[in-house]
């Protein structure tokens, strides 16, 4: 594994248990490209680890993450030809002509990662906390379980502020149910962890201050359970969502995303891939605040 900058990999009860923490507070640990590789490659070597048997994903910070990284510094250089640029962005068909470079770039860095963690060969517990948006919900659907601080907020904001039929790996209509997330993607709002819990997305939830030792007890608890038996509940339940269509679903999905960045690139000239307020969108950046879901 790389010298990491972006996540700290914390090794607990003798290793049976990893904490990967991601660490850029100051974004709200909004996912630049780095960040993501450093995720794949942590969560590797949890599952090339036998001592390991339940990898749980946090976030420092006053959010577990904004979701995907559209602005910041660091996020500009890695994109843009130069000595900042991310090697990620060189290959897997980033050096292609046309609309194949975004394509294939999100397919790999986007979906297909957040498709193989969700097959993770150990136990996974996303811990969220402040903000879960956009992206951040897919970093916490691929874990096998969501244990959230009370004061957590999950929201999908791209259709409402960016133009989009939502995130890459399009887990909503399974997480939320299908009217529900409709609701949520055309609106924007945002649902509580209460709320949460009762739709059993979320399978605790903590007060703030108490959200880190609840998720190490879970973690502790799941520990104690032979790894095969632990593997095998987890492949259990997964090949059965699959069964239902999960994967075919995930897939189709991406291709709408991909039309979806399609439209706007040609409605802008090729100046931008994503819808922005001259279309009538609210700003991705400045705008107001995400509203709480009403009955």
Same mark, same amino acid.
């Given at each position: 594994?790389?010298? /990491?900058?972006?996540? %700290?990999?914390?090794? =607990?009860?003798?290793?049976?248990?990893?904490?990967?923490?991601?660490?850029?507070?100051?974004?709200?640990?909004?996912?630049? %490209? &780095?960040? !993501?590789?450093?995720?794949?490659?942590?969560?590797? $070597?949890?599952?090339?680890?036998? #001592?390991?048997?339940?990898?749980?994903?946090?976030?420092?910070?006053?959010?577990?993450?904004?979701?995907?990284?559209?602005?910041?510094?660091?996020?500009?250089?890695?994109?843009?030809?130069?000595?900042?640029?991310?090697?990620?962005?060189?290959?897997?068909?980033?050096?292609?002509?046309?609309?194949?470079?975004?394509?294939?770039?999100?397919?790999?860095?986007?979906?297909?990662?957040?498709?193989?963690?969700?097959?993770? $060969?150990?136990?996974?517990?996303?811990?969220?906390? &402040?903000? =879960?948006?956009?992206?951040?919900?897919?970093?916490?659907?691929?874990?096998?379980?969501?244990?959230?601080?009370?004061?957590?907020?999950?929201?999908? =904001?791209?259709?409402?502020?960016?133009?989009?039929? &939502? =995130?890459?790996?399009?887990?909503?209509?399974?997480?939320?149910?299908? $009217?529900?997330?409709?609701?949520? !993607?055309?609106?924007?709002?945002?649902?509580?962890? #209460? *709320?949460?819990?009762?739709?059993?997305?979320?399978?605790?939830?903590?007060?703030? /201050?108490?959200?880190?030792?609840?998720?190490?007890? !879970?973690?502790? %608890?799941?520990? #104690?359970?032979?790894?095969?038996?632990?593997?095998?509940?987890?492949?259990?339940?997964?090949?059965?969502?699959? /069964?239902?269509?999960?994967?075919?679903?995930?897939? *189709?999905?991406?291709?709408?995303?991909?039309?979806?960045?399609? #439209?706007?690139?040609?409605?802008?000239?090729? %100046?931008?891939?994503?819808? *922005?307020?001259?279309?009538?969108?609210?700003?991705?950046?400045?705008?107001?605040?995400?509203?709480?879901?009403?009955?």
């Amino acid at each position: 594994m790389t010298t /990491a900058r972006f996540i %700290r990999y914390q090794l =607990v009860d003798d290793g049976a248990i990893v904490r990967v923490v991601m660490d850029r507070p100051r974004t709200r640990n909004a996912q630049n %490209r &780095g960040l !993501l590789v450093e995720l794949g490659e942590a969560f590797e $070597r949890a599952e090339a680890d036998d #001592q390991v048997r339940v990898v749980i994903l946090s976030g420092d910070g006053p959010s577990f993450s904004a979701g995907h990284d559209l602005g910041s510094a660091e996020s500009i250089a890695e994109r843009e030809p130069g000595p900042g640029q991310h090697p990620s962005y060189t290959c897997r068909g980033g050096t292609r002509p046309g609309l194949e470079p975004k394509w294939l770039q999100e397919w790999h860095y986007y979906f297909a990662n957040t498709r193989r963690w969700r097959d993770l $060969r150990k136990i996974t517990i996303a811990q969220v906390h &402040g903000a =879960v948006f956009s992206a951040a919900l897919m970093l916490a659907w691929c874990c096998d379980l969501i244990v959230a601080a009370e004061d957590t907020v999950f929201a999908d =904001v791209v259709g409402t502020r960016l133009g989009m039929c &939502g =995130v890459e790996y399009f887990a909503h209509p399974w997480e939320f149910g299908p $009217r529900l997330a409709k609701e949520l !993607l055309l609106t924007g709002d945002s649902l509580d962890a #209460q *709320t949460a819990a009762q739709l059993h997305m979320v399978s605790k939830v903590f007060p703030s /201050a108490e959200l880190a030792d609840g998720t190490l007890a !879970l973690a502790r %608890r799941i520990a #104690q359970l032979p790894t095969m038996t632990a593997l095998l509940i987890k492949d259990s339940v997964n090949r059965s969502v699959d /069964a239902m269509g999960f994967n075919s679903a995930l897939e *189709t999905a991406f291709g709408l995303h991909q039309l979806n960045h399609a #439209q706007w690139t040609y409605l802008s000239g090729g %100046r931008t891939a994503v819808g *922005t307020s001259e279309f009538g969108l609210l700003p991705w950046k400045g705008g107001p605040p995400v509203q709480a879901k009403t009955t």
